[in-house]
T-cell receptor
């Protein structure tokens, strides 16, 4: 069974640009969550999508957005990038609503 | 507010020695508790979880954790550590009905031979 796939794995952007990250969940998983991981703030919840609807949202500015498609694949977008957005962005999928998450290897974003 | 505290940033143990990683949580309702492990350059992997029932839970790779409600703790243990256990360990708390987790800052485990 294929795991959670995130693309791209690494990317470099400059301040002011925008970025789109993609996540393909495990087959049959309808929930996709996104987390930001930084050395200073640790792991922070961004948002969760279930059946194309945002179910939960973390405390991030509106520059961070996401969506989920009918095949459960998800994308997240960050607009007007700031230096502080440099982080590892982790996607996790789940079949149930209990916190049992299966994580991808992440997309490492560097903002210059 | 929900929070998770992992008091130890780094822990070093000898291979074959026992291990205990500490976790304290604050959560307003019945907590769902988790331990995840992250190897360098990898995503997180679920080690074990506690929802209800028996307060001692078994996980993968020989790990176990004990839920103590009176102490708001969920410490992770392993009787004999292997070099391959070197990684970063995260305790997390959530609730019913969603996958929004609050993670602790993590504990980096180093294993010396």
């Amino acid at each position: 069974k294929a795991g959670v796939t995130q693309t791209p794995r690494y990317l470099i952007k400059t301040r002011g640009q925008q970025v789109t990250l993609s996540c393909s969940p495990i087959s049959g998983h309808r929930s996709v969550s996104w987390y930001q991981q930084t050395p200073g703030q640790g792991l922070q919840f961004l948002f969760e999508y279930f059946s194309e609807t945002q179910r939960n949202k973390g405390n991030f500015p509106g520059r961070f957005s996401g969506r989920q498609f009918s095949n459960s694949r998800s994308e997240m977008n960050v607009s007007t990038l700031e230096l502080g957005d440099s982080a590892l962005y982790l996607c996790a999928s789940s079949r149930v609503n209990t916190g049992e998450l299966f994580f991808g290897e992440g997309s490492r974003l560097t903002v210059l | 507010a929900q929070s998770v505290t992992q008091p130890d940033i780094h822990i070093t143990v000898s291979e074959g020695a026992s291990l205990e990683l500490r976790c304290n949580y604050s959560y307003g309702a019945t907590p769902y508790l988790f331990w995840y492990v992250q190897s360098p350059g990898q995503g997180l992997q679920l080690l074990l979880k506690y929802f209800s029932g028996d307060t001692l839970v078994q996980g993968i790779k020989g790990f176990e954790a004990e839920f103590k409600r009176s102490q708001s703790s969920f410490n992770l243990r392993k009787p004999s550590v292997h070099w391959s256990d070197a990684a970063e360990y995260f305790c997390a708390v959530g609730g019913a009905g969603g996958n929004k987790l609050v993670f602790g800052a993590g504990t980096i485990l180093r294993v010396k031979s």
